[in-house]
């Protein structure tokens, strides 16, 4: 009788809480391997400062989020961790960022072999002026890593299947890249991005100018992607972080408010600028 | 039922609204149509003067390479039609007799230009006393007289004999002019924009080179004639009156313009394409040579263009650096010295014979002709290559 | 957390429509006190008009929990609604559902009592019944109070007073059962009285599970099945 259970049985009650505890984190792998790592990052652009003593762990074959209202440094963060910020002037970085073990601000460190290893896809879809096959050869050629005809054959191909747009563009390979569809073009960045065979991917805003199905279709391609990248996503969009990533860190004013996984960060944040944002009380 | 969307009908401010705005239309339309009028009037006029130079009178006569001819070459032609056939046609006669002693003694019969007060009669625009008149039509009504397209206008250079004077001296000069032109501005244009737009820092120093290369666009076109005077001829010794130096002063004021419409091509290339490349893990070179440099490419030979025709409708500092020299003949190399099509427009409106007033207004019809042609390519080339990204 | 956070939206649509849905469940709460309290006063007092109005008033009830869960779907497609606005409204399509249930037994109540009118009531004993629906009166007025002002500690408390409510239940019940033994003629009225305690005493159950959904609400912890202490300690502490 339920009476009875709740009265007496304490101790199994108490049992059968733990359970129910431990189940958000029987979905996770064990002790997740972290792939990027930030620690005490600052950034300045000129005299201010966009980023503060910035902690955040990037997992492997993870979906981390950044989300945040405009301005907040998710997208400078996301910047730093392929050192695109280099290209901005006046900018400069205290604190370091991990790649496996290695500083990539280390000053021996290559940006444009650290960019091979980081590969970005951007809010706009960007693909060169050119044919499909070259928008994906490109960077290969231009690394080496593809020099045969046969090799960036296949390497088209398979780049072109990972990012699910083989079927739809086999057969114009030929045509500009500038000519497909918004959500075609986007997974064709992915696909570029993919083919120089990097180990993290960093996405800003990658959805932000499709339309739902398409977006649908990026969402669906992040998902599967995760099981072979560390993926790394700026969204605006907080339905899409809660649908993409398994971690999510909330960014207001250039620090890290909160960084958990993703179910608790959507049903029950800790901080309550967290809460005020994600449920739309900002204002 | 009250209708209230009648407007102008029963409102008065309206009504006002609408007359305003007709009157600024009016305006508007009578300023296009004076702009329109003035031009139509310029080309009519240009027009109607220079066209008959494309044409030119012909008599047929009989030479007789006689011992008198191989002297002076007018004893060819036979005494009674020797006021009627340019001198200039026959000038050549003794020295054809000195190079080919075989054509002494004989005679054959050629179609040869007319004098050009003959021609200028024909054409209506001189008076002839009234003997020469009636020689004159008697002969072309016997048909010794024709008129014909005149190819010697683009086939042979100036001369002092009107019916002989053509452009082709000057259009080679302007060609190589414009050659050197294009040599010198060019690379060195588009290199400089490629620097400033592409790599340079955002510093005071950039800033300041950039203002001063927009007011070098500013400047006065004789400023940078006495400036290839001073430095061309003067410091560095290049030949005056040479397609080299006039070349140079052309490209140093060709540089700023070839400089700021790269920049602006350089610009309109978006930045994603840039982020996108930088992100593949190009180097900044790379990034330039395969993705804005191929994107630019239309607009930085658009502006070129644009840059050489200006260059090629300039007169004043070519004067300034002896380029409006009389050349006969046309130069063989950039060394030699040159004139050019504007130079040669000024040279034959300056000459006081009357038959030299058509041949103006033809220069100028040519002149006009190319630059419309290059225009037009330039904006073919935009039409053709602009990119939609 | 400030019980009327959810008025903060920047979409003032969005504070209206939880509002709206917040009004309309404590109206759908003091339609389920009414009818517990006609349904006791029918079975205690003998009162048939009392009864006959909770028999014929429960599709009231019924019909607010659809209205209710179709707010809060629409709340759902059209809002994406997450932290304490998704808590609220699942908080909220839990508690009508038992509200809705409580109304339910209470028209149980109401039925048995009617059953009851035509039997000898006399053995019954009603003092203790009587007892006993006061307590769950008590008990659903306090799981409603809890839930108008969210407040998580006073909902332990509230749900804590289903300890005495089920020791109570537990009385009747044995004091019905030794009725039966030494009065086996008694069975058909004793088993009407046995429902309507039984209805009673899940009455009490349901306004504990209001109760946790308000912790769950507040402190975004699930402490259903948990025991009391737990859901004291969750309810007390310090978030997390």
Redesign the interface.
């Known amino acids: 009788m339920?009476?009875e259970v709740?009265?007496t049985t304490?101790a199994g009650?108490?049992t059968?809480?733990q359970k129910?505890e431990t189940l958000p984190s029987e979905r996770q792998t064990a002790t997740p391997e972290v792939k990027m790592s930030a620690s005490d990052l600052n950034l300045w652009y000129g005299d201010t400062q966009a980023l503060h003593d910035i902690n955040l762990d990037m997992y492997a074959r993870e979906v981390t989020a950044l989300i945040g209202p405009s301005g907040c440094g998710k997208s400078t963060f996301l910047r730093c961790l392929n050192r695109m910020n280099d290209l901005i002037p006046q900018v400069h970085i205290k604190g370091n960022v991990m790649l496996e073990g290695e500083d990539i601000y280390d000053p021996s460190v290559d940006v444009v072999q650290l960019r091979t290893f980081v590969g970005m896809v951007f809010q706009k879809p960007n693909p060169f002026p050119k044919s499909i096959y070259e928008n994906i050869a490109y960077a290969p050629r231009l690394h080496g890593t593809g020099t045969s005809r046969s090799e960036l054959d296949d390497l088209v191909e398979s780049s072109l299947k990972r990012a699910g747009l083989w079927n739809e563009v086999a057969d114009r390979l030929d045509t500009p890249g500038t000519e497909l569809s918004g959500g075609q073009q986007q997974r064709l960045c992915i696909a570029r991005a993919i083919a120089v065979n990097p180990e993290v991917i960093l996405m800003d805003e990658p959805a932000s100018a499709l339309d739902p199905l398409a977006t649908a279709t990026v969402e669906e391609l992040i998902h599967e992607l995760k099981d072979n990248y560390t993926i790394v996503i700026v969204t605006h969009n907080?339905?899409q972080a809660?649908r993409v990533a398994g971690y999510t860190a909330f960014f207001h004013m250039g620090r890290i408010v909160e960084v958990n996984d993703t179910d608790t960060l959507?049903?029950?944040?800790?901080e309550q600028r967290?809460?005020?944002y994600?449920?739309?009380?900002?204002? | 039922m009250q209708r209230r969307l009648t407007g102008s009908a029963n409102d008065p401010l309206i009504r006002a609204r609408y007359r305003r705005e007709s009157r600024f239309k009016a305006y508007s339309i009578t300023a296009l149509f004076v702009a329109f009028a003035i031009i139509v009037a310029f080309f009519t006029d240009i027009i109607s003067q220079g066209y008959s130079a494309f044409w030119r009178a012909e008599i047929e006569v009989t030479l007789d390479y006689n011992e008198r001819a191989e002297r002076i070459g007018r004893f060819a032609i036979p005494e009674d039609l020797r006021e009627i056939v340019s001198r200039g046609a026959v000038r050549s006669i003794p020295l054809q007799i000195r190079n080919n002693p075989a054509l002494a003694g004989t005679s054959r019969t050629e179609w040869v230009p007319v004098y050009s007060r003959i021609d200028q009669y024909l054409k209506g625009k001189e008076e002839l006393p009234p003997a020469l008149v009636r020689q004159v039509d008697e002969l072309k009504a016997a048909g010794v007289i024709r008129t014909t397209f005149n190819w010697a206008f683009f086939t042979s250079g100036d001369s002092k004999l009107p019916e002989l004077a053509g452009i082709f001296s000057a259009a080679v000069g302007s060609l190589l002019v414009l050659a050197v032109t294009l040599v010198f501005a060019f690379p060195i244009g588009v290199m400089s924009a490629i620097y400033l737009e592409e790599f340079a820092p955002d510093n005071k120093l950039t800033q300041a080179i950039e203002v001063n290369i927009n007011n070098l666009a500013a400047v006065p076109s004789i400023i940078f004639g006495l400036l290839g005077l001073a430095v061309f001829i003067n410091t560095f010794g290049v030949p005056r009156s040479s397609a080299l130096v006039g070349g140079l002063t052309l490209g140093l004021m060709t540089l700023p313009i070839i400089i700021i419409s790269t920049r602006a091509a350089l610009r309109a290339v978006p930045d994603p394409i840039r982020l996108g490349a930088f992100a593949m893990g190009c180097s900044r070179w790379q990034v330039v040579r395969d993705h804005v440099l191929p994107l630019s490419l239309p607009g930085i030979l658009t502006g070129t263009i644009i840059g050489l025709a200006q260059a090629m409708g300039e007169t004043a500092p070519l004067i300034i650096v002896g380029m409006i020299a009389y050349i006969p003949e046309a130069p063989t190399s950039i060394f030699e010295s040159a004139t050019v099509l504007p130079a040669q427009v000024f040279t034959w409106a300056s000459e006081p014979r009357k038959a030299f007033v058509e041949k103006t207004a033809a220069g100028i019809i040519v002149l006009l002709a190319i630059l419309l042609t290059l225009n037009a390519t330039a904006v073919f080339l935009r039409r053709k290559f602009e990119r939609r990204w | 957390m400030d019980k009327k956070?959810f008025s903060?939206?920047?979409?003032r649509q969005?504070n209206e429509d939880l509002e709206h849905i917040i009004t309309r469940v404590m109206t759908m709460g003091g339609l389920v006190e009414q009818q517990l309290e006609a349904a006791l006063d029918a079975l205690v007092d003998g009162d048939q008009a009392k009864g006959e109005q909770v028999v014929t008033s429960d599709y009231r009830i019924n019909a607010m929990e659809v209205e209710l869960d179709e707010a809060c779907t629409n709340v759902l497609a059209r809002r994406?609604?997450?932290?304490?606005?998704?808590?609220l409204i699942v908080a909220v399509i839990k508690t009508i559902t038992d509200l809705e249930r409580i109304g339910d037994e209470a028209e149980r109540v109401g039925r048995m009592a009617l059953h009851l009118l035509e039997e000898d009531r006399r053995r019954s004993p009603m003092a203790e019944i009587s007892a006993l629906g006061e307590q769950i009166k008590g008990m659903v007025r306090g799981a409603l109070d809890v839930f108008a002002r969210m407040d998580a500690e006073q909902a332990v408390r509230v749900a804590q007073e289903?300890?005495k409510a089920?020791a109570q239940?537990d009385s009747i019940i044995r004091h019905l059962v030794n009725d039966l033994e030494n009065n086996p003629k008694s069975v058909p009225p004793v088993l009407d009285i046995v429902w309507a305690t039984r209805s009673l005493?899940r009455i009490g159950?349901r306004s504990r599970n209001i109760c946790e959904y308000v912790v769950y609400f507040v402190r975004?912890?699930?402490v259903r099945?948990?025991?009391?202490?737990?859901m004291a300690e969750e309810a007390t502490g310090d978030?997390?």
């Not at chain 1, 994600?278 to 204002?283: A, S, V």
């Open positions: 339920e009476t709740k009265n304490s009650a108490a059968m809480a129910v907080l339905q809660a959507f049903t029950n944040p800790k967290t809460e005020d994600i449920t739309g009380r900002f204002g | 956070s903060q939206h920047i979409s969005y994406q609604p997450t932290a304490s606005d998704l808590r289903d300890i089920d239940y005493e159950d975004g912890k699930d099945h948990t025991s009391f202490e737990q978030r997390h």
